[in-house]
């Protein structure tokens, strides 16, 4: 069945239009007539989160489940919150996009976005039913909690060697982008005694520094900081604080997949020196859109890769299903499953200070060390009533030219010399495509190829 409003994770609109208050409330009405139990809530720092978070909560108590506001904070400290505390959560959150949208991201007792079932259920008691409205007397009630973000904190530093880092005396430029990153990261950086630099750490929903994507184009002045003034390293987060991206000492940015295979490559090596005492196995869990070299450094390191469909609630279900190690997607977005079953950009740039400092290199030489494959990753617009025709236009032309397909998520296209993956985003009106190849002329070819493809068949 096909979904009427839940896309990758969530629902995302731009507010106002879509997303209105009257929206928010009767979907959260929708979601709390499922749970039944105690909810909660968070958001990021978008000029809309107040407005669409206090409608949700309306919703919420209207169904009979208590409230738990826990502010504004990462959407990992949220899912940390739920996983040890409560029935069911919300993030009001949407991620990277510009501030004209935002978004409602509901997870289960676990933390992890919700599955197939529980969307379509809540789809269709919003389309189709009513949700439960409580009678008067067992309305919900609303409490807060304001101590959890720095429970949270507390619980990334437990996971990395403090002291190591605190030695090498890392100098650290900052740039969160104006999210919900203010909150936590800044703290956190300084409590593993790096020298701090900040850019863009003011909280401020317009987000007036840069977009909220950390994407290379959006980074320029933290590049230009971190060779300016000497930095060891640039740490980037999103506007919700999920991802993580790095830019090394000499300003060149470090693809996510490359954050992704360092740090699977560390949690690989101290599972096999702890051997039988650490409880989870060496699976790595990622998407069918992330580098070969994630595969790579598993052979290397007695590590086995399951892939899934794009989509980190997809990522962190397979890793809980599994037991897994490690997991993550080729964007920054890394999963720690014994901390929180999402992603989480605390703890990844934790994690990357300590390989710094255990190894005592650089991040350019840390990465230079990684396998070496090519990328290129493109996008172009699209209305959303056309992405499935095109997709099966495009899977029966590229079948007849005799190319081996993966079909999990889009059209995945295997040529000798490397793969283009072409997939409708869930968030957003555009399609993505990927490619990756052993030289960066053939991976631009691909990808440019992907794109003449939707664009054949889009109008």
Known sequence: MIKRLFGTFGVRRTVNDVLTPEFASRLAASYGSLIKGKVAIGGDTRTTTPMIKHAIIAGLMSSGCDVIDLGILPTPAVQYAVRNYYDGGIIVTASHNPPKYNGIKFVDKYGIGLGDADELAIEKMYFDGEPVRASWESIGNLFKNDKII????EEVLKRVDVEKIKKAKLKVILDCGSGAGCFTAPIILRKLGCELITLNSQADGFFPGRDP??????LKDLISAVKNLGADLGIAHDGDADRTICIDEK???????KSFSLVEKRMLKEKNEEGLHKKANNIIVTTVATSTAIYDIADENNGEVIATAVGDLLVARKLMEENGLFGGEENGGL?????????????SAAKILEIIATENKKL???VEELPVYYSEKMKCQCDDDKKQKIMNNIAEEVSKLGYDLDTTDGVKIFKKDGWVIIRPSGTEPIFRCFSESNS???????????ISLIEKYKN
């Open 213 to 218: 994507e950390p994407i290379e184009a959006n």
């Open 251 to 257: 300003g060149n940015f470090v693809l996510g997949d």
């Open 364 to 366: 350019s030489e840390l």
């Open 150 to 153: 720095e429970e949270y904190i």
């Open 335 to 347: 999963i720690f499953p014994d901390f929180v079953y999402g992603r989480d950009a605390a703890l």
């Open 440 to 450: 960066q002329k053939n991976a631009t070819e691909m990808a440019n190829w992907g």
